[in-house]
């Protein structure tokens, strides 16, 4: 008698085709994958992994978001007190992550940090730029 491996995750819903690929047998009662054989089990479990993790390209824009000031204005955490893994990140959360970098960069610009002047915010709202704008634009009605 064979023994039957089995995987029971949510998550196989991103890999069915390479479930089947493996020689996995859906069962919808226990709604589990099972196999036969112990070395499509592990290559199945393989690609789940794979699946579930976050792409090169989406760790290395987070490591650049990181790096940057955006992961420190878009998720509220400091990286110098408190390290981000990236290991231990799943496709799901670095999404999240990856959105809210590119929100914060849309209204910051795509370095939030360097862009911004130290010391501005305690001088208070600076309405000089205004008041210029607003006298060039009555001499040219007046002309």
Not at 70 to 91: H, I, N, V, Y
Not at 105 to 130: C, I, K, M, Q, Y
Request: net charge negative.
């Amino acid at each position: 008698m064979s023994d039957l491996h089995m995987i029971k995750d949510e998550r196989t819903i991103y890999c069915r085709t390479a479930m089947k690929a493996h020689g996995g047998q859906w069962n919808p009662v226990t709604t589990e994958w099972m196999f036969n054989n112990a070395n499509d089990h592990a290559n199945a479990l393989c690609e789940l992994y794979r699946v579930t993790r976050p792409s090169i390209a989406m760790r290395e824009t987070l490591q650049v978001m990181i790096s940057d000031g955006t992961g420190a204005l878009a998720w509220g955490f400091d990286p110098a007190e408190q390290p981000m893994s990236l290991d231990e990140l799943d496709r799901a959360e670095a999404s999240r992550l990856l959105a809210a970098g590119y929100a914060v960069r849309r209204v910051l610009g795509v370095h939030p940090l360097d862009d911004a002047e130290p010391g501005s915010e305690d001088d208070g709202f600076n309405a000089s730029t205004f008041e210029s704008r607003g006298r060039a634009s009555r001499r040219r009605s007046a002309a």
